[in-house]
């Protein structure tokens, strides 16, 4: 606790400047001596500093600074109770990643206080007792760097503003990209049903089904997406059927049959060779939603594991929903009689274990088909 007296040589100008630079700056004093504090005060008043409060109980430092928010902190050393290194400490741990300019107060002249306060936060020191114009200037000295760090952190947030706002407008296009994307896809899935008198509809509740069933068989998130995007277009290779055959009310020949089977090749074709998960994935469903897990579909035989996973999903979902909707050629199949068909192919036509999990989830099948009838 020491009391401090200002020194001035005889004939020097005691202040340096009626308006300082930093005037609208604030300073926070803090100093167990209400005499020290009070002339402190009147030096920077009388200096023309406009915001300057004061404090002799450094147990309030870290409330006031927070409510306060203190260009600087003029900070004595030797106070009872907490000195001027517990409350740097206390600012240090309050305070994460703000530069606060301490300018401390000591009678002490050893090198190791003034290291300890380095230590713990300091950037100057006056030493007790201070001639008034050297103090003046190490304060002004002080409020420029302050400045300059609240002109780079401006800088900073209008920076990371700009940035935030750019990867807005670029998360916006992206997004419009990518639904624009998406509706080329459904729309071109959907012109693969028109052309053999399905429904719109269809592509929807079939892609439906197959994210519901591939969530419900802990597939994931990712690939429940993926499938509900890819699937709309496990038909598209109809675009290149002749009408002759993809329209003919009777059946079809061997011949016609073979060149039907084709729509799957002819999409796959159309839906091959970009970088894409999505397009390579419905290239894989259209090439083998009509492929049999005993080996007996098209149009290359495959079996088992060795159909691709969102084949396996595609077709139990397209079979489905197929089954269960009018058609000019034919009326619906009952749920019950869906099932029971659905049951009988597991293990050939279908999937043993997809087939089970679809038949467990009718439920929510039925839902969407009511959700997206046509």
């Known amino acids: 606790m ?12 005691i202040m340096s400047s009626k308006e ?17 504090v009070e002339l402190i005060e009147m030096m920077l008043n009388e200096e023309g500093y406009l915001n300057v409060i004061s404090t002799t109980d450094p147990a309030q430092a870290i409330a006031i600074y927070k409510e306060f928010k203190p260009d600087l902190l003029i900070l004595d050393i030797r106070m009872p109770g907490m000195d001027g290194f517990d409350v740097m400490s206390n600012l240090s741990d309050g305070c994460v990643d703000e530069y606060l300019p301490i300018l401390v107060l000591t009678a002490q002249q050893d ?42 952190q401006r800088q900073a947030d209008d920076l990371a503003s700009q940035v935030d706002e750019k990867t807005r407008e670029l998360q916006e296009a992206y997004t419009e990209i990518r639904e624009t994307q998406l509706e080329v896809i459904n729309r071109l899935g959907r012109a693969g049903e028109y052309r053999d008198c399905e429904t ?24 429940a997406e993926l499938i509900l995007q890819a699937s709309p277009m496990h038909d598209v290779g109809k675009i290149g059927i002749p009408d002759s055959i993809l329209l003919k009310p009777g059946p079809l020949d061997d011949e016609e049959w073979k060149i039907m089977r084709t729509h799957t090749i002819i999409g796959a074709e159309i839906l091959r060779g970009h970088s894409s998960s999505l397009l390579k994935t419905a290239s894989e469903i259209a090439l083998t939603h009509h ?63 997809l087939a089970k999990i679809f038949c467990d989830s009718i439920h929510k099948m039925v839902n969407i088909k009511e959700n997206y009838a046509d």
Not at 2 to 13: K, N, R, S
Not at 293 to 299: K, N, V
């Open 2 to 13: 020491t009391v401090i007296p200002f020194q001035a040589e005889c004939g020097q100008e």
């Open 20 to 36: 300082p630079k930093y005037k609208n700056s604030k300073i926070l004093v803090l100093d167990d001596v209400a005499a020290n």
């Open 111 to 152: 090198s190791q206080t003034k290291l300890q306060a380095l230590r713990s936060g300091a950037k100057d020191f006056l030493t007790k007792p201070f001639d008034q114009v050297e103090a003046l200037n190490r304060i002004e000295n002080m409020l420029e760097v302050r400045s300059l760090y609240n002109r780079k």
């Open 200 to 223: 719109g509809m269809h592509v929807v509740r079939m892609s439906e089904m197959c994210r519901q069933l591939s969530l419900d068989a802990d597939l994931g998130e990712e690939f």
């Open 291 to 353: 492929e049999k897990w005993d080996g007996s579909g098209y149009p290359n035989g495959l079996s088992s594991n060795a159909i691709p996973l969102a084949g396996r999903v595609c077709a139990i979902c397209d079979v489905f929903d197929a089954l269960t909707s009018k058609r000019p050629y034919k009326e619906p199949w009952s749920i019950v009689d869906t099932l029971a068909f659905i049951g009988e192919q597991a293990g050939r036509h279908f999937d043993p274990k």
